[in-house]
């Protein structure tokens, strides 16, 4: 089935949030080390910021390095950063053409200078881009953007800049990572894991999630539409019946 062919085009979600997971098994089944898995989830990747564009999604979150991925073997952890800088390195130039923005989550200074570097030259150069905002969430945690949040709030109630009164979801918005960013509506994880390891805990709150069983480097474009075509044929009722949303 052609799932691109099938989406309803004014329900295309505005911000979609992937867990790119199984590069290591997927590695694996040829009998190769974890880091080849992480090689050619970069196609992955491209196809789906591909897909995403075609169809106007406006936000793209990708969870590429959490907090706790730190523990990995430091082997690991250097192919993974030495990986990223390569990727973006190569990639800027086609996300350029292709009107793509930049923008990262997470605790972007305890990533490697290179890594930093790298980064702050893609964002740059894609700044005046007008398509997709592609969002890489790197070495993130859903508990550590709270906590960081909560710290400055307090800090501003602390100088009396804040009542405490005035304290409200949108307030909290503001302070996340993910300011000015709607709240994705669907969210992804591929391997079959039914987890959200850390991941955008409070953006979710209503998001439809959608697990699949493909491994990371195998999911391209047609997977997201059929994601996407899957989310369109729910229903979102956020707290109220069936019939209300019908009348
Ligand atoms: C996801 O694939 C990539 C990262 C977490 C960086 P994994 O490396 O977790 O692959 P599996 O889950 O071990 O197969
Ligand atoms: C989640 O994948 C993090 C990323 C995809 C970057 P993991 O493979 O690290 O998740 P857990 O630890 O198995 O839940
Ligand atoms: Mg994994």
Known sequence: ????????????????????????RWAAQFGNERTFGHEHGVEAVRSVVEGAGEIGVEYLTLYAFSTENWSRPKLEVDALMGLLVQSISDETDELLKSNVRLRVIGDVKSLPQNVQEKLDWSIAKLNDCTGLTLVLALSYSSKWEIVEAV????????????EPSA????????YLNTSNMPDPELLIRTSGECRISNFLL???????????????????KEDLFEAIYDYQNRERRFGKTSEQLVS
Request: aromatic share 12%; net charge positive; proline share 5%.
């Open 202 to 220: 409070w953006q979710i709150a209503y998001s439809e999630l959608y697990f699949t069983p493909k491994l990371w480097p195998d999911f391209r």
């Open 151 to 162: 710290k400055r709030i307090a800090e501003q109630v602390k100088i009396g800049q804040l």
């Open 167 to 174: 304290i409200n979801y949108d307030l909290m918005d503001g």
């Open 1 to 24: 089935m052609i799932y691109k062919d099938k989406l309803i085009k004014d329900k295309i979600p505005k911000h979609i949030a992937i867990i790119m997971d199984g590069n290591g």
